[in-house]
């Protein structure tokens, strides 16, 4: 089992994590944890708790439940012992695989968000996406010879999205690609269902003060030890801007989930080219700098994130005010900023 180092702050700092007050000495101390190693993005861990050790076992609790998630999701990585996406991957088209059920509760909730997003969302994306990730890699390794994928590669890609080619047969716990051409990629819901799976871990453990940002997908459990809840930034997406967070959110028991333009892209002849793709155009989706949602389940704000930042304002404005529980904040390159009927109710100073 791997050991997390936990180091004791008196003020957040980092990937939108704000605010900080002092507490009596009666009350439960904070600390936060940072880690790289899963998701291959930043975690970053705040809670109370009455000494160090105990705030160690409870870090370690959501580490555990984050690497079991990290090792079924990956698309890139084999390990001893697991079927994971990049089992069932390899497998398209030749016979199904026996996986873990965290991973048919995945693909299940990847299925209804492609029917309740209209196809926005598609787990059965990666044959697209992995030519954009393959330029983008080459890209970032040779800014000079950045290129863009050909369209007539991206089309032949698209000929195997079909998602229902993905068979999953609950009762066998298996999963079978029909199309060998099909692959799954599950970067636009995974890590924030990941993220809400480990949450529960932690409630179940009896943690009823923690907030948890992974790659600025964040999850407060309950309020924070001086009974005020969590504050958290959402990050400036401009770079002429000298002020770190564009706004500030109160949370509670809540996801707090960002797709925008200014994390994971690359340059050709000047010009930014993102990793969000439409699954319409199959280009980089150009509506927003930014999108964020508000929502109680981490999986569903990490789905509906990049789904409604696919859509035109409009589209992702009656979209949003058709689900229940749901807020969203737009960024537009103009630097204006529109918001669902609620989601100024949770803006902070």
Known sequence: MKRIAVLCMTMITAVALTGCSLSPASQPKRYQAEFL?????????????????????????????????????????DYDGINNIKTINDKAGMEPVVVDEKIIDLLLLGKEMYQKTDGKLNIAFGSVLSIWHDYRTDGLDDPENAKLPPMEKLLEANKHVDIDKVIINEENSTVYLEDAGLSLDVGSIGKGYAVEQAAKAAKEAGITSMLMSVGGNIRAIGVKGDGERWKVGIQNPFD?????????????????????????????????YHHIINTDTLMPAENFR???ILCSDSGVADALSTSVYNMTYEEGLSFVEGLEGVEAMWIFDDKTIEYSSGFEKSLAD
Do not use: C
Not at 39 to 51: L, N, Q, R, V
């Open 240 to 272: 002429d801007e000298t002020e770190e967070y564009l706004k500030k959110v109160y949370v509670e028991d809540i996801s707090l989930v960002t797709s925008g333009d200014y994390q994971r892209y690359y340059e050709v002849e000047g010009k930014p």
């Open 37 to 77: 190693t899963l998701f291959d993005t930043a975690t970053k861990i705040i809670g109370y708790a009455d000494s160090e050790e105990i705030f160690k076992e409870q870090v370690q609790i959501v580490y555990d439940e984050l690497e079991k998630y990290h090792q079924l999701y990956d698309i890139y990585n």
């Open 290 to 292: 930014a999108v964020s």
